[in-house]
Each structure stands twice: as C-alpha cells, then as structure tokens.
C-alpha cells in the first residue's frame, strides 16, 4: 500500500484546492497546499529508493482459471524508480518556479492540473501488467486531450490535437495486441517477464507515443503549452512510455526482422539526427521543446534496439530533467545563469555522469555508422543547450521577495535529482561508460564552438546569416523535411480512405433503405448461402 504514499499526496493536494476555489479562493493557500503536497510526495519517493523492489496487487481474477483475463499490479524497482523520482521532480519545479510567473500564466487550477496528471503519470509508471499500463495510458491521454482542448484557439491547434490523440489511440491499440500475443504464448505476465515474441509489438506502442518508432513527430508545431502545467502535460505521457522501453528483453526483434533491423536504426538516427539540427535552431527552448522530446527518445529506443533497454535509462533521465531545468526558467535572471550550467551534468555523457551508461546502447554490436550519427546528434544537442545558456537575462528585482527564494531552489531540486540519478539512480549508473563516445562528442562540441566563432554566427541562437547560402538551402530543406517526418501526408491519406469507405457505405445504405431493398437483401442472403453452402 505505501506505492498509493505519493499518488494519494498528489491528489489530496489537487482536491484542497479545488474545495477551496469553491468556498473561499487564495492564491497564496492554493500554492502553498500544493508545495507541501508536492514536497512530501518527492521525500515519499525519495524513501522508496530504501525498499526496491516493491510490488502490489490491485486485482486479480477468480477463481485462478480466469488468470488469463489479466491482472491488475503496480511494481516499484530500478527500471522505473528513475522516471519516478524525475517527474515527481518536474512536479515539484513547477510548483515552486511558478512563483516567479505569477504575473503571466499561473493560475490555481494550473496547479490542480499539475498534481492530477503528475499522480496518473506515476501510476502509469508504476504499472506492473500490461492491463494497468493500458488503464493508465487511456486516463492520461483522455485528461491531456481535455486539457489541450480547452487551450486550442484555431481550426489548426484543432487538427494537430486530433491527429495527436489518434497517434496515441494507435498506440493503445498495439499495447493491447502485443498483451494479447503474450497471452498466446505463455499466458499471464507482468511487465519485468515481456514475453520475446510481444517485446517487438510493445517496443511499436511505447515508440509510437514517443514519436520515435515508428518516425512520426506528431508535435512539432503543439498547442500554446508554455510551461508550468504544460511541461507536466507534455512530460508524463513520455515518462510513461520510457518506463516500458527499459523492461524490454535484450532479443526485442523476432527472428524474421533481424535483417530490417538496419532499417529501423536508420529511422531513428535520421529522426535524431533531423530534430537535433532543429533544435540548435529555434529561436528559444519552448519552440525546440518537440525537437528535444524526439532526439532523446530516439537514442531511447535505439538502446533497445541494439540490445542494451538498460541503456534507455540514461537518456531517458537526459530528456526529462535537464531539459526541464531549461523550460522552467522563466523569467531569466542573469544571476542565476550559472544554474544552467548544472543542466550539462545530466546530458554530457563524460565518465561518472548520468549519461554515461548510456553509450553502450550505440556499441552493444559494435560501432557501425548509426554510432557516429547518433554521437553527432548527442553533440548538437549539447550545442543547443549551451546556447540557450548564453542567453542574457533580467534582474532579480522583477520577482516578489519571496519568489527570490523558491524560484531558484525548484532549479536547484532539479540539479540535485540529475546528482542523485547519477550516483545511485539505477545499477551501473556510476559508470565510466563508453568513455571514447563521450570524449568524440566533447570534441565535436569544442569544434564547433570553434568554426562558430571564426563564422561570426550571432549569440545567443546559432543563426546563420540570412542573406547567406546556408540559411537559404536550410529554409528549402527543413520545411520538406518536416512534412515527410511529422506524416501529415499519411494522415491526411488515411483520412481520404476513410471517407471513401464512408461514402461506399452511405450508398450500400441508401440502397438496402430504398423501395428496392427487400430485394437486394434477399439477393445478398441467397448468395451468402450459396457461398456457404459452396464452401461446405
């Protein structure tokens, strides 16, 4: 029962708030129950570190022939513990920085919005069977889509919400084919003994959420989330699914694709590769967020695919903390500048760093040319970040006297998660690593920093000159690649289908429903008993 201690926080926390909205509304009482819910919730977390592993039924059949009607658990061990303490982490960011944007979007029921899709997003990660897992994902995507709902302000936001919640209903979909194909062959599982023939089938439902595998970036052009409850709601769904990549067994491709498996490294280095490039390019962090997302997530899933899901972990942690430690940074105050740098702890892959478990996802069958793209890719996107450092920032006398304080310190309670994951976040997290492919990545970094400044490129940003030849070719290229990579043309293919299939339908309906249509039911039924018949 002590996995609901955190769950059970969030939520009370959430319903104080509402409770009081209704009978007597303070902002300052909304923010400090929901800083208390949020700090216990972390410390919670923080004790489970102490009891791993942890498991707990929620239901089961009965009698026991039933079992193959699957089952309701939640696990706690060192595959999801990481993703736990990082969105709890997030949570608690958010609520504390949120003191610093009082004045721009925060409101009390961002922080309900907050605490609600944290404690499912948790219970997404703590699910034990593929039954919990699919109940989870169903009740974080119906929250989001609600939530991106109310936000939505144009027919476009209308129709990227929409082709982004049937990305996730596909997902759904495939989590319930691959729950059925390991029933098949070896009945009831939980989510630490994914059967081998299913792992491929999960690997497409986590991948298709992360919009890593299959290629399809789904967000490139999101809805107006900024951040606060925007970084949650786009941020839980991702935890959810990094937590099932780690579980997959090392064999995670069936025999007969083993020869595409090239195919399938190719994909995700190109993904990597394209959303890296986009996100040394845009104008701030929020604008490159999607392009974040996508880059981490393919090195994620790409570990699997080479055989080492324990790998996923590293970037993973990569993608959620350090990046949140740039999109919670609002406003910017040149003081605190120098906290940023902490952020490169968890992304730099050096020797004894978070992410230097992570390179042995790109050797684990020897260095093929994937390694060096996805090593380029690490390299941009330690570039991008550095850039957004560099930008300049405002004074500390913008901010309340006591949001001087807590401000800074939901940054510091980042950084200390990126040490903590670091040190004791899962086994073999302190590690040299493949130390080579982080040094190759140092060096490509130091290079580039080099030809930009002989280039005379502009800082903060790295934008090329627009009357040059490089950004005329780029604003050819990334608009073309854009559209192949985000699948809008298949969507709007399958859309086109769709509507073909509903108007041969309509007419078959219009005639069965005419004066005639006694006669054409009577026709059909004859021929489908001569085709019996026949077939008998």
């Given at each position: 029962?002590?996995?609901?201690?955190?769950?059970?926080?969030?939520?009370?926390?959430?319903?104080?708030?509402?409770?009081?909205?209704?009978?007597?509304?303070?902002?300052?009482?909304?923010?400090?129950?929901?800083?208390?819910?949020?700090?216990?919730?972390?410390?919670?977390?923080?004790?489970?570190?102490?009891?791993?592993?942890?498991?707990?039924?929620?239901?089961?059949?009965?009698?026991?022939?039933?079992?193959?009607?699957?089952?309701?658990?939640?696990?706690?061990?060192?595959?999801?513990?990481?993703?736990?303490?990082?969105?709890?982490?997030?949570?608690?960011?958010?609520?504390?920085?949120?003191?610093?944007?009082?004045?721009?979007?925060?409101?009390?029921?961002?922080?309900?919005?907050?605490?609600?899709?944290?404690?499912?997003?948790?219970?997404?990660?703590?699910?034990?069977?593929?039954?919990?897992?699919?109940?989870?994902?169903?009740?974080?995507?119906?929250?989001?889509?609600?939530?991106?709902?109310?936000?939505?302000?144009?027919?476009?936001?209308?129709?990227?919400?929409i082709q982004s919640y049937a990305v996730r209903v596909a997902s759904i979909l495939l989590l319930v084919l691959a729950t059925l194909q390991g029933w098949r062959d070896g009945g009831t599982?939980?989510?630490?003994?994914?059967?081998?023939?299913?792992?491929?089938?999960?690997?497409?439902?986590?991948?298709?959420?992360?919009?890593?595998?299959?290629?399809?970036?789904?967000?490139?052009?999101?809805?107006?989330?900024?951040?606060?409850?925007?970084?949650?709601?786009?941020?839980?769904?991702?935890?959810?699914?990094?937590?099932?990549?780690?579980?997959?067994?090392?064999?995670?491709?069936?025999?007969?694709?083993?020869?595409?498996?090239?195919?399938?490294?190719?994909?995700?280095?190109?993904?990597?590769?394209?959303?890296?490039?986009?996100?040394?390019?845009s104008s701030d962090e929020i604008e490159g967020r999607p392009f974040w997302i996508i880059t981490w997530a393919s090195m994620a899933t790409a570990s699997v695919l080479n055989g080492a899901?324990?790998?996923?972990?590293?970037?993973?942690?990569?993608?959620?903390?350090?990046?949140?430690?740039?999109?919670?940074?609002?406003?910017?105050?040149?003081?605190?500048?120098?906290?940023?740098?902490?952020?490169?702890?968890?992304?730099?892959?050096?020797?004894?760093?978070?992410?230097?478990?992570?390179?042995?996802?790109?050797?684990?069958?020897?260095?093929?040319?994937?390694?060096?793209?996805?090593?380029?890719?690490?390299?941009?996107?330690?570039?991008g970040y550095l850039d957004r450092i560099m930008q300049s920032g405002g004074e500390a006398g913008a901010l309340e006297s006591w949001a001087r304080l807590v401000f800074p310190l939901g940054?510091?309670?980042?950084?200390?998660?990126?040490?903590?994951?670091?040190?004791?976040?899962?086994?073999?997290?302190?590690?040299?690593?493949?130390?080579?492919?982080?040094?190759?990545?140092?060096?490509?970094?130091?290079?580039?920093?080099?030809?930009?400044?002989?280039?005379?490129?502009?800082?903060?940003?790295?934008?090329?000159?627009?009357?040059?030849?490089?950004?005329?070719?780029?604003?050819?290229?990334?608009?073309?690649?854009?559209?192949?990579?985000?699948?809008?043309?298949?969507?709007?293919?399958?859309?086109?289908?769709?509507?073909?299939?509903?108007?041969?339908?309509?007419?078959?309906?219009?005639?069965?429903?005419?004066?005639?249509?006694?006669?054409?039911?009577?026709?059909?039924?004859?021929?489908?008993?001569?085709?019996?018949?026949?077939?008998?």
């Amino acid at each position: 029962m002590i996995i609901f201690i955190p769950i059970g926080l969030l939520l009370l926390g959430a319903l104080s708030i509402l409770i009081l909205a209704r009978i007597r509304p303070r902002f300052g009482t909304s923010w400090l129950i929901a800083a208390i819910s949020s700090v216990f919730a972390w410390i919670a977390i923080f004790f489970f570190r102490l009891r791993l592993p942890t498991s707990f039924e929620i239901f089961s059949w009965q009698p026991s022939n039933l079992n193959l009607l699957g089952q309701f658990s939640l696990i706690m061990d060192y595959d999801n513990w990481p993703y736990l303490l990082s969105l709890i982490t997030i949570c608690l960011a958010v609520i504390l920085s949120d003191a610093a944007r009082t004045r721009y979007e925060t409101t009390s029921q961002s922080w309900v919005a907050s605490l609600v899709i944290t404690a499912f997003g948790l219970l997404a990660i703590l699910s034990g069977t593929s039954l919990s897992l699919m109940m989870t994902w169903i009740i974080v995507d119906i929250y989001e889509l609600l939530y991106l709902l109310r936000l939505q302000d144009d027919s476009q936001s209308l129709q990227c919400i929409i082709q982004s919640y049937a990305v996730r209903v596909a997902s759904i979909l495939l989590l319930v084919l691959a729950t059925l194909q390991g029933w098949r062959d070896g009945g009831t599982f939980d989510l630490t003994q994914i059967p081998q023939r299913a792992s491929f089938i999960f690997l497409l439902a986590a991948g298709l959420r992360l919009g890593a595998f299959p290629l399809n970036l789904p967000f490139l052009q999101e809805p107006a989330l900024r951040r606060g409850a925007g970084n949650i709601i786009r941020l839980a769904p991702i935890a959810a699914s990094l937590s099932l990549l780690s579980r997959l067994p090392a064999d995670v491709l069936p025999a007969q694709l083993i020869p595409w498996k090239p195919f399938f490294m190719g994909l995700l280095a190109a993904a990597a590769l394209y959303a890296a490039v986009r996100w040394l390019l845009s104008s701030d962090e929020i604008e490159g967020r999607p392009f974040w997302i996508i880059t981490w997530a393919s090195m994620a899933t790409a570990s699997v695919l080479n055989g080492a899901p324990g790998a996923s972990l590293a970037w993973g942690a990569a993608l959620l903390l350090p990046g949140s430690l740039l999109f919670l940074y609002f406003p910017r105050i040149q003081r605190m500048n120098f906290l940023l740098y902490f952020g490169l702890i968890g992304i730099i892959g050096l020797p004894f760093t978070p992410a230097a478990s992570g390179w042995v996802g790109f050797v684990a069958n020897g260095v093929t040319i994937w390694t060096i793209l996805f090593i380029l890719a690490h390299a941009i996107m330690v570039l991008g970040y550095l850039d957004r450092i560099m930008q300049s920032g405002g004074e500390a006398g913008a901010l309340e006297s006591w949001a001087r304080l807590v401000f800074p310190l939901g940054l510091i309670i980042i950084i200390q998660a990126v040490i903590s994951l670091g040190l004791v976040g899962w086994p073999g997290s302190l590690t040299l690593g493949v130390w080579w492919l982080g040094a190759a990545s140092g060096v490509i970094v130091m290079g580039a920093v080099f030809l930009i400044r002989r280039l005379g490129l502009t800082s903060p940003y790295f934008q090329f000159p627009s009357s040059g030849k490089i950004s005329a070719a780029l604003n050819k290229i990334l608009p073309i690649l854009e559209k192949v990579f985000r699948l809008g043309w298949l969507y709007r293919f399958l859309w086109l289908v769709f509507q073909f299939l509903t108007r041969i339908l309509k007419g078959f309906s219009s005639i069965l429903e005419s004066e005639g249509g006694i006669l054409w039911t009577i026709l059909l039924l004859v021929l489908l008993i001569s085709a019996i018949l026949g077939g008998g």
